[in-house]
């Protein structure tokens, strides 16, 4: 059976207007103008009165990521179930492969936790933990075979994801041969475990000093640092991940203005909460906030230039970085110790919702709403046009967006593996009211339609994003 979304107004990148919908199975087959779709037995969604956009893709989580001694506490049946409910209708999570270990095993390892168990569709990063002769073929094999197509690299945590800059050099040589993107973590990781020793020493123990101790001079050095080294590689297609500080997003800028591939994404928190509201709450409380990089200060100028970024498009993405921890017993596990905190917000659920309040308060356009939660995304990872955009031979993965509606978000209401909200008591003015993911109801009335399994694996060909 057809199915007619009918009434709403499409919203793109590139344009707003009054349009139907028509799904036939998995893909969409037209747009007409209002009324004028062929006649049909047609299933039919009304969207009168509300916004018509493509499912949002989160370009950065982390499903059962394990970390600090526990693991993210959503799977990819949890997680992806919430990202539905909250009108994300496809993620790219992350494989690992740790020092020491084999590229192909740990991109096994995320294989085997996600199929059958995701509700939306998933495609896969690679981390690399280790680089060398190994893991440089691997890099050609999996963009070559595997559909993966972008590698992570830390500049922080070392002796766990730690990459030194010969390593990260070679890297981006290889993905500059092959097509691939870098995305980098972008912190200078030596000198921040310098500081945590130093604040740990002076008893400096309370989750505020996390984000004292990864001040944004060393997100700015390290940003200005992969720029260059991508700069040496030959202009390495760069993308630096959760973005957070003005200083790093001027480097991001400086070298987008000329003309170099060098991409950037933020992550609602940073557009949202800060250091001392946050992290600086009272006792241990803070430690739900804990997140790398870290929250920045609300005296300084973080969010209105982050903001800016978005909309001048230096930065070009809005994902979630979702690592979400419990606080009882995971987030416990740094009491007297922030440094033991586990590292992770939760969040996969109110992207949309977000950045749609970013709409209302005049900060974004709705096409630019749509351009960061979706249809950029799908171009910088190599999933477009299949995804991020409705348009004839594209998946119907459709969220009907209603703007007379109110989302309250709280731990009561979520449906994320935790036992708090990093936004709870947030109001946004709209509410997601419907979502498709290639044709099927997953969301409708409040209600879901969904099934675990219904997910298929994403093979992403190359960043269609490049300059």
């Known amino acids: 059976m057809t199915l007619l979304v009918s009434g709403g107004t499409v919203v793109g990148a590139t344009g707003t207007h009054p349009a139907d919908v028509l799904v036939d199975g998995e893909t969409i087959v037209a747009l007409y103008a209002p009324g004028r779709a062929p006649d049909g037995d047609h299933r039919v969604v009304d969207a009168t009165g509300k916004y018509v956009i493509p499912g949002g893709i989160d370009a950065h ?29 496809t993620i790219v999570d992350f494989a690992v492969q740790r020092t020491g270990e084999v590229v192909q095993d740990g991109l096994a390892a995320w ?14 990063h690679m981390i690399l933990g280790g680089v060398d002769d190994d893991a440089l073929k691997a890099m050609d094999m999996l963009v070559a075979e595997e559909g993966i197509s972008s590698f992570k690299l830390f500049m922080a945590y070392p002796g766990v994801f730690y990459s030194d800059d010969g390593q990260i050099l070679r890297a ?32 400096e123990t309370a989750p505020i000093h996390h984000g004292l101790t990864r001040p944004e001079a060393l997100e700015a050095e390290a940003t200005h640092r992969a720029i260059r080294l991508a700069e040496v590689a030959r202009d390495c297609p760069l993308y630096i991940v959760h973005l957070s500080a003005s200083q790093a997003l001027a480097q991001v800028a400086a070298a987008r203005h000329a003309g170099r591939n060098v991409f950037a ?55 979630t970085d979702h690592c979400p921890f419990c606080f009882k017993d995971q987030k416990e596990l740094g009491l007297g110790d922030f440094s033991k905190i586990p590292n992770g917000i939760g969040g996969v659920e109110h992207r949309v919702d977000l950045l749609y309040q970013g ?27 299949r995804k991020g955009v409705l348009a004839p031979g594209s998946d119907a993965d459709i ?15 979520h449906h994320m593996n935790m036992d708090h909200s990093a936004y709870e008591g ?13 044709g099927s109801v997953l969301v409708a009335d409040g209600t879901y339609h969904g099934r675990r399994g219904h997910g298929r694996y994403l093979r992403r060909g190359l960043s269609t994003y490049l300059s």
């Not at 500059?176 to 995305?183: C, K, L, Q, S």
């Not at 709409?359 to 046009?385: H, N, Q």
């Not at 009907?400 to 978000?409: E, L, N, Q, S």
């Open 399 to 413: 969220v009907v967006y209603d703007p007379a509606g109110r989302t309250t978000i709280s731990v009561q209401t």
């Open 426 to 438: 947030y109001e946004i003015a709209g509410r997601v009211d419907t979502v498709l993911s290639r």
């Open 265 to 319: 994404e933020t992550c609602p928190q940073y557009l949202y909460l800060t250091l001392e509201d946050q992290l600086g709450a009272p006792g241990f409380e803070g430690a739900k906030w804990v997140c790398s990089t870290p929250l920045r200060s609300r005296h300084e100028s973080h969010h209105r230039d982050l903001w800016q970024g978005l909309r001048s498009n230096d930065l070009a993405v809005v994902s």
């Open 359 to 385: 709409v209302v308060d005049g900060r974004l356009t709705l096409e630019r709403w749509v351009e960061t939660i979706a249809t950029t995304p799908a171009r910088m990872f190599g999933l477009y046009p």
């Open 172 to 203: 981006m040589q290889r993905a500059r041969e092959n097509g691939a993107m870098i995305m980098m973590h972008a912190e200078n990781g030596i000198a921040i475990d310098v500081l945590v020793q130093q604040a740990l020493a002076r008893g």
């Open 111 to 124: 294989h085997a936790k996600a199929e059958g168990n995701c509700h939306v569709d998933y495609a896969f």
């Open 61 to 89: 989580t982390h499903m059962e990521l394990p970390f600090g001694g526990t693991n993210a506490s959503d799977t990819f049946d949890t997680g992806t179930r919430a990202a539905a409910y909250g009108g994300t209708t």
